[in-house]
């Protein structure tokens, strides 16, 4: 990146800004330009919504601004020497900081569809839309249009400035990287050069001068310089490489998450020499979040899942691991000021490495403690400042569960407490110009820990001035202005903690010249694509007014401005990105002639509200259940302001294999045909999303475990863990040629003998396998008195002389009117359970006419009638327990 201007020492930073603390750290303006920007980098804090400005000396951090509005949101940092552009990822917000005047001074709404980006270099920004192929240039500051947007090949690859001020973009489908600069407030093509086969995907990444480009189809880099184009040849596959977007220095790296391997090229202006180094699996999944960077003659290699960076030479060799974040933290590593940061936005800290490979601990910000104060009314800041210190596996074509363009939005950790807090910014401020007045109107600031009471409005030019509104108003006129005078204004928002940083208008003049006539009422109406598919913009056109030289077009929601940025273009169209789906809008359009004279607003356009097809569902998991069965799962897609109607599950192929309603999560899925990847579409009115997409999980095999039995005389309980891995499972317990299935722990087996050592079998099935366990368990004893002897005597005289030697019946049930069980000899000793009341039976001459309708349940659950049965107790019946 281009050297930001002179390194000042962390002493002469301390008194630059007790310096400037009165006029920069306040609300009064300022035409100085604070040294504090120069020699420092902006770190981004997830959990508490700061950005932190990092002295590259010192290590330490010399201001902090809060952006409550971005709180928990993934957010992309981009500076120069002049501005911080704060993108967020999360809803498509961009903000512009003014280090000049230490405000903030422009806001645009970009989306979530769109792969967008704005780039800066100085106070020169661009905006890139890369999925469409749209470039435009935009003031730093405002963030406003400036000249006529380019439309270039779609899509587009990478994206940065380098050290000659040349923003260099890839190309694919011709094969070339161009280079950009703004000449006169427009976009020119300063440069194309032929650097790969066109249709090839490319991964690009801008150097001091020039670029790199990396042909994904082939095994051919292209190292672009002042005057020419050099070729080298990879040693490794290049179809999955990644490159971060800037390169800085001497040497480069290329990292191939497929192949798990880095390809160094030591020297890009010669090409060579070219070297390989290996990845860990953990290095590889990461790369494709954060390609590793070459520094000052070592590569630094994220691993995400450890929250390290590893250090390696550009020989090869180990040179260290950096710790900056925990397991499974995210790693953003950027070269900025002769120095490389390794982030992690979801926590405290970050490291400063310098040139020498000297690490700095950097605490980005302090937990506050557990009792947070009572809130108490402070003196407005803009940004606040700190006391400085002194310096002491292979990924497949499909990538499962794509990260959407708008990432979920995390809970703040719960070991950080969040102060109480003031409003934010309420950007960005449009002023009109007029005889002797000006027509200001601000965004809605975000509340904070409170409701916003009231907007303050501040001047310094013409003698100052200073004015205050409620907390509801999002507008003022401000007069007696002097006529020829440029003004600037700031605005800030109060609620009940203190008041809010302030948000920057751009330099104004009221002036006597008559304004522009008031243009007609625009027509506003949804966007769509070649597909004809609505693309969530809104495209606003209006007739051309005479004298205008740009137009201020503002959306309404509600009749009311503030919930959306305006915009400021040259033509007669503007494009609103990120309006809120299921909002409904209007548009007034102002007309401004070269003297900055505003007409009054137009009338309103008609309404309309936005919506288009829905967002891909999240978090799609699939799942092997069953030989054929499989499970998928989701989360709800984004309607984008209309109701979900259903979901499709698609195959890798694309073909149907299921569907449900518009509530569904989750549907079973029967396919012969083996499905390695699953993916899930959304639908509403609109039409179809995008997939979201999941590699299907094989379950692992089977497992079980016996963790203890235990016993009856009749009974053996199992205590048991099962797991099938989510696949459909079959448990049985088997124990003395008894079964049962169950896989709910405790399993019973019964029907068992008592005093009996069996061998309990456990085992679980699934179409991945099976699995088994054993165990050793004693049946108990049976309680004495319980025993009894089967008696039965033949005679010659009976009617059945061999009936007792053919043994008594044991039946099934409590009665003779089933099948024979069994046979029990005369003289056999058998214990008894407990008795019922059944079928009278009479046992003749065989046992002396003995009779009674009780019947008695053996150990192994069967049953005897009692008149075969000579008791241990005396034959008292009555004493055996009831079943």
């Known amino acids: 990146m281009k050297r930001l201007g002179k390194v000042y020492p962390a002493g002469i930073v301390l008194a630059l800004v007790a310096a400037l603390g009165a006029t920069v750290f306040a609300l009064g303006a300022t035409g100085q330009r604070p040294a504090v920007a120069d020699g420092a980098s902006w770190l981004w804090s997830k959990q508490v919504g700061e950005a932190s400005q990092v002295n590259a000396v010192s290590a330490n951090v010399s201001l902090r601004q809060p952006m409550i509005d971005a709180q928990g949101h993934p957010v992309r940092v981009t500076q120069s020497d002049r501005y911080v552009i704060l993108h967020d ?8 900081i003014d280090l000049t005047r230490m405000g903030f001074s422009g806001s645009l709404d970009v989306g979530t569809v769109e792969d967008t980006a704005v780039m800066l270099d100085g106070a020169t920004a661009i905006v890139v839309d890369r999925t469409r192929g ?12 400036i000249g006529d947007q380019v439309r270039l090949p779609a899509p587009l690859v990478g994206g940065a400035f380098d050290q000659s001020g040349r923003l260099w973009l890839g190309v694919p489908s011709q094969g070339t990287a161009i280079a950009l600069v703004v000449r006169d407030r427009q976009i020119v093509v300063a440069r194309t050069e032929a650097v790969a086969t066109p249709g090839h995907e490319q ?18 880099i292209a190292v672009v310089g002042e005057t020419a184009t050099r070729k080298v040849t990879s040693p490794a596959p290049l179809a999955s490489a990644v490159v971060p977007a800037r390169t800085v220095g001497s040497a480069a ?48 290699v994220p691993d995400q899942t450890t929250g390290t960076v590893r250090v390696v030479t550009a020989a090869g060799q180990p040179a260290g691991t950096i710790q900056v974040g925990s397991a499974q933290t995210t790693v953003e590593i950027e070269v900025r000021e002769q120095h490389l940061f390794i982030n992690a936005p979801d926590t405290t800290t970050a490291v400063m490495v310098d040139e020498d490979g000297k690490t700095s601990k950097v605490d980005k910000y302090d937990p506050v403690p557990e009792t947070s104060p009572t809130p108490t009314a402070q003196p407005a800041p803009t940004l606040s400042p700190q006391p400085a210190e002194s310096p002491t596996g292979k990924p497949s074509d499909k990538p499962g569960n794509q990260p959407t363009k708008r990432p979920p939005s995390p809970k703040p950790s719960p070991t950080v407490k969040v102060e109480p807090q003031r409003p934010g910014p309420p950007v960005p401020v449009t002023a009109l110009a007029g005889d002797g007045r000006v027509r200001l109107s601000w965004g809605k600031a975000k509340a904070g820990s409170a409701a916003v009471e009231a907007y303050t409005v501040t001047w310094d030019e013409g003698g100052g001035g200073r004015v205050q509104v ?15 005078t440029s003004y600037r204004f700031k605005v800030y928002a109060t609620n009940q903690v203190g008041d809010g940083p302030p948000a920057l208008s751009e330099p104004v003049t009221p002036a006597a010249a008559p304004p522009p006539g008031t243009p007609n009422a625009p027509t506003a109406k949804l966007e769509t694509d070649a597909d004809d598919c609505y693309t969530g913009a809104v495209l606003v056109s209006w007739p051309g007014v005479q004298g205008a ?32 789906p299921g909002d409904s809008f209007t548009f007034t359009v102002v007309a401004r002639n070269s003297a900055g004279a505003a007409s009054d607003a137009s009338p309103q356009s008609n309404e309309l509200t936005v919506h288009y097809p829905p967002a891909a569902p999240t978090n799609v998991k699939g799942r092997q259940t069953g030989a054929n069965t499989y499970v998928v799962t989701w989360n709800a897609a984004d309607g984008h302001g209309l109701p979900i109607t259903g979901y499709e599950i698609r195959d890798e192929d694309g073909k149907k294999i299921g569907e449900t309603g518009g509530g569904g999560r989750t549907v079973t899925i029967t396919s012969a045909a083996k499905l390695d990847w699953v993916e899930v579409v959304a639908f509403n009115d609109d039409g179809e999303g995008p997939s979201g997409y999941d590699q299907v999980t094989q379950p ?75 165990a050793s368990q004693k049946t108990d004893a049976a309680p004495s008195g319980n025993g009894a002897t089967v008696t039965c005597t033949d005679s010659a005289s009976n009617p059945d002389p061999s009936f007792c030697s053919k043994g008594l019946p044991v039946y099934g049930d409590s009665n003779d009117n089933g099948s024979v069980v069994r046979r029990v000899a005369d003289g056999a000793y058998i214990t008894v359970v407990c008795k019922v009341h059944g079928e009278n039976q009479n046992a003749g001459p065989y046992n002396n006419n003995k009779e009674g309708d009780h019947w008695l349940k053996l150990t192994d659950g069967n049953w005897i009638s009692w008149v075969w049965l000579r008791f241990d107790n005396g034959d008292d019946v009555e004493a055996l327990p009831n079943c």
């Not at 749209?134 to 249009?145: E, F, I, K």
């Not at 497929?258 to 160094?264: D, G, L, P, Q």
């Not at 010669?270 to 954060?290: I, N, R, Y």
């Open 203 to 220: 991964a690009l990444t801008v150097l001091d001068q020039g670029v790199l480009v990396v042909d994904r189809g082939s095994d051919q």
């Open 134 to 145: 749209l470039v435009r240039p935009v003031d730093a500051g405002s963030l406003q249009s």
């Open 700 to 774: 692992a095999a089977p497992k079980i475990a016996i963790s203890s039995t235990s016993a009856t005389e009749t009974e053996i309980t199992v205590n048991f863990t099962a797991d099938g891995d989510g696949a459909a499972a079959t448990c049985t317990f088997t124990a003395g040629g008894k079964t049962v299935s169950d896989c709910t722990s405790p399993a019973k087996i019964t029907g068992l003998s008592a005093d009996t050592q069996y061998t309990v079998t456990a085992k679980i099935t699934t179409f991945a396998g099976s699995a088994t366990d054993t």
């Open 89 to 96: 990822l999360f809803t498509g917000r961009v903000t512009s």
């Open 470 to 484: 409620n907390g509801t108003t999002l507008q003022t006129t401000i007069t007696g202005l002097t006529n020829g």
């Open 253 to 300: 790296a290329i990292t191939l998450p497929a192949e798990k391997k880095i390809v160094t090229i030591g020297d890009v202006a010669k090409g060579a020499p070219v070297a390989t180094m290996s990845l860990t699996p953990a290095e590889a999944q990461a790369a494709t979040q954060q390609p590793a960077v070459s520094f000052a003659g070592k590569v630094y």
């Open 549 to 580: 030289t740009d137009y201020v077009i503002t959306p309404l929601k509600g009749g009311a401005a503030g919930a959306n940025p305006p915009q400021t273009v040259t033509g007669t169209d503007a494009r609103f990105a990120g309006l809120t």
